[in-house]
Every structure is written in C-alpha cells, then in structure tokens.
C-alpha cells in the first residue's frame, strides 16, 4: 500500500508501489503457497496472471514434487471472471455461489475448475474447507480491498505482510488495505513480528490475534 494506505488510485487503477526487492519478496511467498487467491474486482481491475515469476523458484516448486505454480482461486460469486483473464489455466480455481448463472458458469468451465461455496455470495469458510480438501495449507491472499475486508472479519487471517512504498496516492474513495463496512468495535489486534526496510519503504509482518 501507499504511505497513506491505499492499494490502487481512485480509478481503481493498478499503481507501482512496489520497487524490484519487494516484488522478488511477494514472488517467493507466492512459490512458498499452495494457493494464491484474489477476489473479482481485482482480476476485473488488473487482470493479473497470478503465477511465480522468477523461472528458478519455479524450477525450485518442481524439485520438490510440486506443481510449477500454486493453485490460483478467484472468489467470484457470480462468476464475472472475463473468458479470457490470465487467471484461467490449469490449476486456477473460481468460487462461485449457488446464484452464479449457469451460462456464464459453462463458459467458464473449460478453462478453471469452478467450485460452488455459498448461496448468494461465496462462503469462504465454505471455500477454505474445499481447498483444504484439495491440499491447500498455506494460502496466500493477494486483495483486492473488499477481499481483505471479509477475510478479517470472519478471523480467517493468520498473518498480514504490509508493504509500505514511498507515494501518496489519495482519495478518499481509493481502496485501502482493507475496505468493508468497517468495525465499530471488537477491532482485531494484531502482533508485530518483523519490520524492514525494502526499496523506498517498509516491510511490516504483523500475525493476528485470535
Ligand atoms: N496494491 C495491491 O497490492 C493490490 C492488490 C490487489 C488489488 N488491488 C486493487 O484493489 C482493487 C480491487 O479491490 P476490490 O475491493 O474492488 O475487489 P476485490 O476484493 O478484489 O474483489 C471483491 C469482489 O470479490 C467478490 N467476492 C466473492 N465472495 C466474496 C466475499 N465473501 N467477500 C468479499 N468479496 C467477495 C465480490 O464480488 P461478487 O459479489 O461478484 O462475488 C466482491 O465485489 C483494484 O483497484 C486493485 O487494483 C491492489
């Protein structure tokens, strides 16, 4: 996020904010989950391929007996993940609801696996269960803000990794880090467990008190 704690511009649109060292960090974490998920608006504003980067750590995944990338999972509750995003592939999951229209649903189905979890809106207790039973252990969540926000609030984040880069973005309709309604009370706390420099910025880890 910026200095001021926004994650994109009040376009929604994708900014730098990351200098090389910190998206060499977010890559290796991404090679170190069995899972990296995003929900809709982020692949609807970034459209990002989500996969690891940096050939060797890939090569570092197969060594191990695992596949090139971790798994890739949209929470899509209506299943509005464009026919052509990079997300889709082998190994890219969407969630969808029990809502999601079914053309758009068969539409999809070539090209992810597609998973139902919820009635109206995808349950992500419901989803955790499900790519638990897929083998997911470790599951890395990538935002957007609204994503975040859900996560949180239903205590199902273990640990936060804050990059603060050296911007401003303002606005005060930009996403921040976690959007939502916010709380009223009840705010989750959160430990400190490692601050760092990186690039222009700083790189926080906090772990969330449960
Ligand atoms: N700086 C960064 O590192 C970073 C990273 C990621 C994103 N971003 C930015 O964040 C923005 C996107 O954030 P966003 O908040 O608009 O979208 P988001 O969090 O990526 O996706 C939100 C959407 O996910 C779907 N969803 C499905 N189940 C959900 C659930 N249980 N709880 C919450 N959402 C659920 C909802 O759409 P349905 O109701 O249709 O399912 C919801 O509108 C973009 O501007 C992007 O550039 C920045």
Redesign the pocket.
């Known amino acids: 996020?910026s200095a001021d704690g926004k994650?994109?511009s009040i376009e929604?649109?994708?900014i730098r904010?990351s200098g090389q060292e910190d998206l060499a960090r977010v890559d290796a974490l991404r090679s170190d989950s069995d899972a990296v998920m995003?929900?809709?608006?982020?692949v609807l504003?970034?459209d990002p391929g989500l996969r690891v980067k940096s050939d060797m750590l890939q090569k570092l995944r197969l060594e191990r007996g695992k596949t090139e990338n971790p798994l890739r999972v949209v929470?899509?509750?209506?299943a509005?993940t464009p026919p052509n995003a990079k997300v889709l592939g082998p190994g890219c999951i969407i969630a969808v609801s029990q809502s999601a229209p079914s053309d758009r649903v068969m539409g999809l189905s070539s090209r992810c696996k597609l998973v139902r979890a919820g009635s109206s809106?995808?349950d992500?207790y419901n989803l955790m269960s499900i790519l638990y039973e897929m083998g997911v252990r470790r599951l890395m969540v990538?935002?957007?803000?609204?994503?975040?926000?859900?996560l949180i609030q239903s205590g199902l984040v273990d640990e936060i990794y804050v990059y603060i880069g050296g911007l401003i973005i303002g606005g005060a309709g930009s996403?921040t880090l976690v959007?939502g309604s916010g709380f009223i009370g009840d705010f989750p706390q959160l430990n400190l467990i490692a601050v760092k420099p990186l690039d222009d910025g700083v790189l926080l880890k906090w772990s969330v008190i449960h």
Do not use: C, F, Y
């Open positions: 996020m994650i994109s929604h649109k994708q904010i995003v929900g809709v608006g982020t504003a970034d929470a899509d509750s209506m509005r809106r995808v992500l990538e935002g957007g803000a609204a994503l975040n926000w859900s996403p959007d």
